[in-house]
């Protein structure tokens, strides 16, 4: 079974520029995570989706950041303009669904912004 | 006070003994406990997940959970220098939630 997908496997950008990763859950998960992690910090949830709806985006800044799951499926999350500060490492996550609080969660490969 | 406390370490074993790593939680309803192991330059990779009070085996690996205490730990047996990675303690259902809150983790070096 194929795991979380994500890509670009890294993306170096000047500030202000616009940046897009992509996400493709575990086949048959119902709820997608974006998190973003810093060097030697745990991933911090930026968004969580239950098919195609956002549940829980209370900690995505909102000025800069969007993310859209249209099918249910697969995610794009988007920042626009880009800051020095969104170097990060941006994890996609998914689980089979989240009606409780027993789901494990599987994580992509996912993508290493440098912003210049 | 953090949600999800972890001793960032590094935490040094000699190759074969046992690697004790521990994590502490803020929120007494948290409902699920996980172990995350994550190499440098990798993702966070599931090891661990337990739900109830005691003890969780697999392997090598061993969960523990004290509600009580909100505490839980994982023990490494035979630990090999393959093990050396950063060890994330992360929990689920706190404050009613689906939220995951992960510690900012614990470096194990296993010294050959």
């Known amino acids: 079974e194929a795991g979380v997908v994500q890509s670009p496997r890294y993306k170096i950008i000047e500030k202000k520029q616009p940046v897009a990763f992509w996400c493709n859950p575990i086949?048959?998960?119902?709820?997608l995570y974006w998190y973003r992690q810093n060097l030697g910090q745990g991933p911090e949830l930026l968004i969580r989706?239950?098919?195609?709806?956002?549940?829980?985006d209370s900690q995505l800044p909102k000025d800069r950041f969007s993310a859209e799951r249209l099918k249910g499926v697969d995610s794009t999350l988007k920042i626009q303009p880009a800051e020095l500060g969104d170097s990060a490492v941006y994890l996609c996550?998914?689980?089979?669904?989240?009606?409780?609080?027993?789901?494990?969660?599987?994580f992509g490969p996912g993508t290493r912004l440098t912003v210049l | 006070q953090k949600e999800v406390e972890q001793n960032s370490g590094p935490l040094s074993v000699p190759e074969g003994a046992i690697a004790s790593l521990n994590c502490t939680y803020s929120?007494?309803?948290?409902?699920?406990f996980f172990w995350y192991r994550q190499y440098s330059g990798k993702s966070p990779e599931l090891i661990m997940s337990i739900y109830s009070n005691g003890d969780k085996e697999d392997g090598r690996f061993t969960a523990q959970l004290n509600k009580a205490s909100q505490y839980v730990s994982l023990l490494i047996r035979d630990s090999q220098p393959s093990d050396s990675a950063t060890y994330l303690c992360?929990?689920?259902?706190?404050?009613?939630?689906?939220?995951?809150?992960f510690g900012t983790g614990t470096r194990l070096k296993v010294l050959a």
């Open positions: 989706y239950e098919n195609e709806e956002a549940v829980d």
């Open positions: 086949s048959g998960h119902n709820t």
């Open positions: 996550a998914s689980s089979f669904r989240q009606t409780s609080s027993y789901n494990e969660q599987f």
């Open positions: 929120d007494r309803v948290s409902q699920s």
């Open positions: 992360a929990v689920n259902g706190a404050s009613g939630t689906y939220k995951y809150i």
